[in-house]
Each structure stands twice: as structure tokens, then as C-alpha cells.
């Protein structure tokens, strides 16, 4: 894995190779070509590597990226309240107008009757 992250290669790359050694030891018929794994996948699964995945809320005007647990524990008064993007595109244009936040809603407020879900 440690290669994989040094040259910067995608999981697809690393399993086209993975296949490929394994079709070429499989063509000069070495023995051994069947204990090597043929996916990215069963590598993973063997060796016990999990893929850990981060979640993030995303503003749908500019694509900013926002961590979950501070859009969904926003409280404003003690009230939890959606929380708006704070996204500036131009934050050193001379006109004001271009220097104006992007206030798009970052989640959607549902109300109900145990209270309020974002």
C-alpha cells in the first residue's frame, strides 16, 4: 500500500496490475499464480485492510465542504436552526456586491412533533 501512496496510484490501477501479474503467472504456468489474489478487493479482505470513508456536507451553490456533526449540532438561541453557507467566491473584490457570503442552506429543517430534524 505503501507504493500505492507514494506514486499517487488509484485502486483501479494497483487491481489492473494485481490482474495482470497474476494472468501472466498463470500463463507460464507457475504454480504460485493461484495464491496470489486476483482483485484489490480479496488483497483487503486477506490482509485485513478496512476502507474508512469521511462524510461531509457540501454547499450545493459553490461545493464547500462542511464537517457533519457541526452542521448538525448548529444552534442558534438554543434552537437548532439550518445552517447557511459562509462562502465568499470574491472576498478581496472591490465592489461589495461580489464580496457578499453565499448563504445557501448547507441542510433542510423538518419539523416534528418530538422537535425540530435537520
Known sequence: MKYQQRFNIPNTGIEALTKFIHSL???FKINEADMLPA???TVKSSLGILTKYKKYVSCP???KLYNPL???EYK???QPVCKRCIYVEFPNH???IKQLQCHEPLAELINTKEGALL
Open 61 to 63: 451553490k459553490y461545493h
Open 25 to 27: 503467472l498463470k500463463y
Open 94 to 96: 472591490r465592489l461589495m
Open 39 to 41: 482483485s484489490m478487493h
Open 70 to 72: 457541526e452542521i448538525k
Open 76 to 78: 442558534e438561541n438554543d
